[in-house]
């Protein structure tokens, strides 16, 4: 199946000089939910407001569902919902008077129910008639987010829906979300909340200084980049790792009573066996283990300082 959006070699340079995007290629498959990480600054708010029609790109070109961004604005833009990071609403408006207006925008005909449905799902049903300025900042992001489901966008770009948001209401947002998927909507989040995109995506893509770092199944990125560890808790604490030791990857805590060995998660071969049987050659005993796997944070953490 054709992607839904295909990013050629796109580029970005503000009016600073400044590089913002240096040649991203990335294809958005139609259905998934894909998640871009990235420190701050890395590129991931230019990148969503180039592919959504608002930042003109220096080079490069977007199609969405085969309209070209700038040639075909119109309508790729009627495909693209966007509730972008910054807030910025019509203080004095209703909600009700703004959801519906952003719908009117897009050309869409009038459909009260399903406007009513959006703001129901988002729990602002019963804030309809209050103006923006009198709702809290959560409940002004949700106001976002019905603005940009207004007019049944394809395709959606959430650029940290859940920034300062609370844990209820994050965990409903990635119910709607879920729920948006499962009727086919194709999705693109930026989050930093890293179990954010552990729970919610598909793929993974990390964005670093605008370079994209990478794209991955989600599920392959921690098979392929995760590591296990299995900590030892010894008897009695050690000075040091024994020399006879020091070809394993070993590493002993400061307090001298913990053993921890990194073993790659994906290998049949752990290595546990004879490293239990090494350290009872030393006389090393130990009185409690437990494993661990590396989070989605911990990949992240390394691939950016690798590319950095
Ligand atoms: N209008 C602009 N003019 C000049 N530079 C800009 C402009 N907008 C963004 N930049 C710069 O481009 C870089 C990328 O910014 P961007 O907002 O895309 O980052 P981000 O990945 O979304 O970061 P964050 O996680 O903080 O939201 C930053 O160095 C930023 O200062
Ligand atoms: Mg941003």
Known sequence: MPAVITIRNLRKTYASGFEALKGIDLDIERGEILALLGPNGAGKTTLISVVCGIVNPSDGEVIVDGHHIQRDC???????????????????????????????LFGKPRNDAHVEQVLRDLSLWD?????????SGGMKRRVLIAKALSH?????????????VDVELRHDMWQMVRRLRERGTTIILTTHYIEEAEEMADRIGVINKGELVLVEDKAKLMRKLGKKQLALQLQSPLES???ALHDLPLELSKDGTTLTYTFDAQSDDTGIAPLLKRL?????????????ESSLEDIFVSLVRKSA
């Not at 804030?127 to 709702?135: A, D, F, G, P, W």
């Open 74 to 104: 119109r309508e790729a833009r009627k495909r693209i919902g966007l509730v972008p990071q910054e807030l910025s609403t019509d203080a004095f408006e209703t909600v009700l008077a703004t959801v519906k207006f952003s719908r009117g």
């Open 127 to 135: 804030k309809r008639n209050s103006k923006i300025m009198q709702l």
């Open 152 to 164: 049944e966008p394809d395709v959606l770009f959430l650029d940290e829906p859940t920034a300062g």
């Open 241 to 243: 790792i024994p020399a």
């Open 280 to 292: 009872s050659e030393q006389g090393i005993d130990f009185k409690d283990l437990h494993s661990s």
